[in-house]
């Protein structure tokens, strides 16, 4: 008898280490052809800040407490709205799947919806929602809501015919093979539409912001770029939205790890 | 495990007192099917037509058939998945309308779920069935022991060969000490040396259980190695052509396979399907 072991800890681990050299190092030659941009165009600091003076306005930024209070505002409502939409597109999603009624019924109006931009419609969500967070919320689960649900559409259905043959075989209530069998079959694909979904909700916060709003970073993007004045700032609030991003987009990365496992 | 192992014989069929499984017999009585119509067509050409056959208490039976000859589709029909268009399917004189917990059954695809490991697939009918944890582990552990695998209870099944997935599928199946144990083809995917290996552990695994066994499969000399009574299945829905009994000793072992009385049941078996092939034409 024979068992395979010659995944553990091998060639995936390398390339997990040689990935991370290779981030890092990629990452450095954009900040030096930024920093010779800056010095061979010479563009003024207003125009395109040098990478050293968005390095320190966000440094002073942090330090002086200008961002946490947006930052932390941001991320309720990406967390919020992320958990609202993507809980409603598990359920939905699974409908689609296991229902050709539904699917028939609701797909255009879907994808319809998918293909009209939220930018346009954020205006309109602010005035039905308010300026508060509740706004921000629902325009992060519009847009959550598509990548995840159909990702777990496709994942329901490719939860392998013959498992759920076997589930019968073996008596397995509705409920079991929900549980048991269809959810862990999908949570592949479950996990590739949240992994999008998570960056869009950063996307959909920022954008309810600007729709409407006192703080976020979508608010600081603003008064950055407008009655402050201030280039760098605007820089160094981009920077801390692409590390939400990141962030958040690692710990689903993380999460999945831990719940999908080791499968063929 | 040891291909010529010699095993103690107890009674006609070599089973020893296995744990408390009480071999309850399988009848399909006139069973007749059809699949529901698709394509816009009304009906469907029936698969099997009018078949009845009998498994007794403890009795390991073989079907052979051509391909096309409805052999998965009885099985189905005896696991309770699928329902008879007319006669009926009994497991110890009850009417069998859906699958049930008596009934034990093997694919030929081990289908495990690949996020388990080989332990959490072996517990999973118990799990369904509402076994607490630690006696569904135990149950579980004592399974793999005797389908012969040890030391990979925590390998998730992509690591493990296709010979050891369908022992765990095995082990699986008799988790819940079934009466009746059904195998649709479960070593055709293995190679000829394995196949004889597994025929020898699977005869092994019937004696210490005392499980009903009902074995589909293509090979003439695997029915006639394995079974008590080998049914010979007709092609185009016309039931069993055939049905021969086998009358060598348990334990069996491999080298009979070679003698001149199996030659001779293998040629009527081959005659039988050889004839009904003709007739097909």
Request: glycine share 10%; net charge neutral; proline share 6%.
């Amino acid at each position: 008898m024979s068992v395979d072991r010659s995944a553990i800890g091998g060639p995936a681990a390398r390339r997990s280490g040689r990935g991370a050299v290779l981030a890092v190092v990629a990452g450095a030659a954009l900040l030096v052809g930024w920093k010779l941009l800056t010095v061979i165009g010479g563009y003024p600091p207003f125009v395109l800040p040098p990478p050293e003076l968005v390095a320190a306005r966000f440094v002073g930024a942090w330090a002086d407490g200008t961002m946490l209070p947006h930052t932390v505002t941001t991320l309720e409502e990406v967390l919020l709205g992320f958990t609202v939409g993507a809980s409603a597109a598990l359920v939905v999603g699974y409908a689609l799947a296991r229902s050709t009624l539904i699917e028939e019924a609701f797909s255009p109006y879907l994808v319809a919806a998918q293909a009209t931009p939220i930018l346009a419609l954020a205006p309109l969500i602010a005035l039905w929602f308010g300026s508060g967070i509740l706004s921000k919320v629902v325009i992060c689960s519009l847009i959550v809501f598509f990548p995840v649900a159909i990702s777990t559409m496709v994942g329901v259905r490719s939860v392998d015919g013959q498992l759920l043959e076997l589930c019968r075989a073996l008596r397995a209530s509705r409920r079991q093979i929900l549980i048991r069998v269809e959810v862990p079959g999908a949570l592949p694909s479950i996990f590739g539409g949240l992994r999008v979904g998570v960056t869009l909700a950063v996307v959909g916060a920022i954008i309810g912001e600007w729709a409407g709003g006192d703080t976020g970073l979508g608010v600081l993007i603003n008064l950055a770029r407008g009655s402050l004045f201030d280039t760098p700032l605007l820089f160094a609030t981009l920077a801390t939205i692409a590390i939400v991003g990141v962030s958040l987009y690692v710990l689903v990365v993380v999460i999945e790890g831990r719940l999908v496992g080791d499968r063929d | 495990m040891d291909a010529t192992a010699t095993i103690d014989t107890a009674d006609r069929s070599g089973h020893r007192a296995g744990p408390a499984i009480p071999p309850a017999a399988l009848q399909a009585i006139d069973v007749s099917f059809s699949y529901p119509p698709s394509d816009g067509r009304t009906t469907n050409p029936p698969v099997l037509e009018q078949l009845s056959l009998t498994v007794r208490p403890g009795e390991f039976v073989a079907l052979v058939g051509a391909n096309g000859s409805g052999k998965s589709t009885l099985l189905r029909l005896l696991a309770g998945l699928l329902p008879p268009t007319a006669g009926r399917i009994e497991v110890g004189g009850e009417r069998l309308t859906a699958p049930d917990r008596r009934i034990g059954l093997v694919f030929q695809e081990p289908r495990l779920l690949p996020w388990r490991s080989v332990i959490d697939n072996v517990a999973f009918p118990l799990e369904l069935a509402g076994w607490p944890i630690a006696g569904r582990r135990a149950r579980a552990r004592e399974m793999l022991d005797l389908v012969g695998l040890e030391g990979v209870d925590d390998e998730r099944p992509h690591r493990l060969s296709g010979g050891m997935r369908q022992r765990a599928a095995i082990a699986r199946a008799l988790a819940l000490e079934p009466g009746i144990l059904l195998l649709d083809e479960p070593f055709s995917a293995l190679d000829a040396l394995t196949r004889e290996r597994f025929n020898v552990a699977l005869q092994e695994i019937w004696r210490q259980t005392g499980t009903s066994v009902v074995l589909v499969t293509h090979s003439i000399a695997e029915a006639i190695f394995l079974a008590d009574q080998v049914l010979v299945l007709a092609r185009a829905a016309a039931g069993i052509v055939g049905r021969i009994e086998i009358p060598f000793a348990r334990p069996r072992l491999l080298g009979e396979l070679d003698a001149a009385d199996v030659s001779g049941l293998a040629a009527t078996v081959r005659e039988l399907l050889e004839i009904d092939d003709g007739g097909a034409r």
